[in-house]
């Protein structure tokens, strides 16, 4: 019986998700969430403009990419490499995916919400967003919320 459960430990452990590629490295997570946020801020620019008195909010999107245009480079290239070392053929097209499904679960919460609550309760996002620095940027990529995990677990450390 004890070999038994050996054989069966050690088989769990070769199905986990670490050996599988089926898991992300803190690095990936952050850059996950990093595209996510990203994506998030351009529907909700794009979504309350016009509800924003003064605020071209969609301005503050664009200007806050262009500020950090490489670190979100740099997030596209650890995706892509991770889908890559994982079999996925082309990596640019399912990064591409991947920003696509993040657009359109907050396009759905505005879909569901009345635009001026939608705007009332996310619009603030861009706001803070732009008054990040470098660093503050990447904490709140590297931030796992309960309310937006990344599509794969973090892989568990190991030593």
Same mark, same amino acid.
């Given at each position: 019986m004890r070999v038994f459960l050996g054989v069966l430990a050690v088989c769990l452990l070769l199905a986990s998700p670490a050996s599988a590629g089926a898991c992300y490295s803190q690095q990936e997570a952050e850059a996950e969430q990093g595209i996510r946020i990203h994506s998030e801020l351009m529907v909700i620019g794009l979504n309350c403009n016009h509800m924003a008195k003064a605020k071209n909010l969609y301005g503050q999107y664009r200007a806050f990419t262009s500020k950090y245009a490489e670190l979100f480079a740099t997030y596209e290239r650890i995706l892509m490499q991770h889908m890559a070392r994982n079999g996925d053929k082309n990596p640019e097209a399912s990064l591409n995916t991947l920003r696509t499904e993040f657009a359109n679960k907050i396009s759905n919460d505005a879909a569901k919400m !009345? =635009?001026?609550?939608f705007c009332r309760s996310y619009s603030p996002r861009v706001e803070k967003a732009t008054k990040l620095n470098y660093e503050g940027v !990447? !904490?709140? %990529? %590297?931030?796992i919320f309960p309310s937006h995990p990344v599509s794969k =677990?973090?892989?568990k450390a190991t030593g």
């Open positions: !009345r =635009p001026d609550i !990447r !904490r709140w %990529a %590297a931030t =677990p973090v892989c």
